[in-house]
């Protein structure tokens, strides 16, 4: 079957950095995939790593470690408007996504 | 550009009554996914289609529920009759097969089964 683990619930200052991991176990592996999702919203697209390594975008990074079946996505410079769920997710064969539990972000002033 | 349309936003009935949910994924997009999102079970893949064809309906919970995409620009996910366990927010989402790692999402449906 699929798992995935991630933290159900981080709580950051403004400013600061955050590192929101997550541990999979699945088949058909392709990538790890990284989504936002604020209350009331809909998931919005962050990042997507297919090989090892760390990818960079902005504030935001997202690391995979396919050996270790672990990745995290990392938040600098906190801002209120990135309270949030954040989702990995599984990319399988076909693009299906299989996505872990969220992890709810709470940034404080 | 319009990104994925979802109709209806909001949508209350009554048990026993068929729901039906629809879908406009965004123009040249020819993956279209239904997923359903509750507190208990998380966001979970329901049906997947690529070209108008259904692929992975693994996820579509039980008869009751039925999912078509007529043609690149329309799909719908039924469910008849409906329980207040289908209580939940059903997203659509669309992708290229050049972005196959993005998924783009509709806005939602919640629906609400009394």
């Known amino acids: 079957g699929q798992s995935l683990e991630q933290p159900s619930e981080v709580t950051a200052v403004e400013g600061a950095i955050v590192q929101i991991n997550c541990t999979y176990q699945t088949s058909g592996f392709y990538g790890l995939s990284w989504y936002q999702q604020h209350d009331g919203g809909a998931p919005t697209f962050l990042s997507y790593?297919?090989?090892?390594g760390l990818e960079e975008t902005g504030r935001f990074s997202s690391f995979l470690s396919r050996s270790d079946s672990y990745g995290y996505l990392l938040l600098q410079e906190l801002q209120m408007k990135d309270s949030a769920s954040y989702f990995c997710?599984?990319?399988?064969?076909?693009?299906?996504?299989?996505f872990g539990g969220g992890t709810r972000l709470m940034v404080k002033p | 550009d319009a990104g994925v349309i979802q109709s209806p936003r909001h949508e209350v009935t009554e048990m026993g009554q068929e729901v039906t949910l629809r879908c406009k994924p965004i123009?040249?997009?020819?993956?279209l996914f239904w997923y359903r999102q509750t507190m208990m079970r998380g966001l979970e893949l329901l049906i997947y289609f690529n070209n108008n064809v259904p692929i992975d309906d693994s996820g579509m919970p039980e008869d009751r529920f039925s999912a078509k995409m007529p043609n690149a620009s329309f799909s719908t996910l039924k469910i008849q009759p409906s329980e207040p366990r289908d209580s939940a927010v059903y997203f659509c989402?669309?992708?290229?097969?050049?972005?196959?790692?993005?998924?783009?999402f509709g806005p939602g449906t919640r629906l609400l089964v009394l």
């Open positions: 123009s040249g997009h020819n993956s």
């Open positions: 997710a599984v990319r399988h064969a076909g693009n299906m996504l299989t």
């Open positions: 790593n297919a090989l090892d």
């Open positions: 989402a669309s992708s290229t097969a050049a972005g196959r790692e993005t998924q783009y």
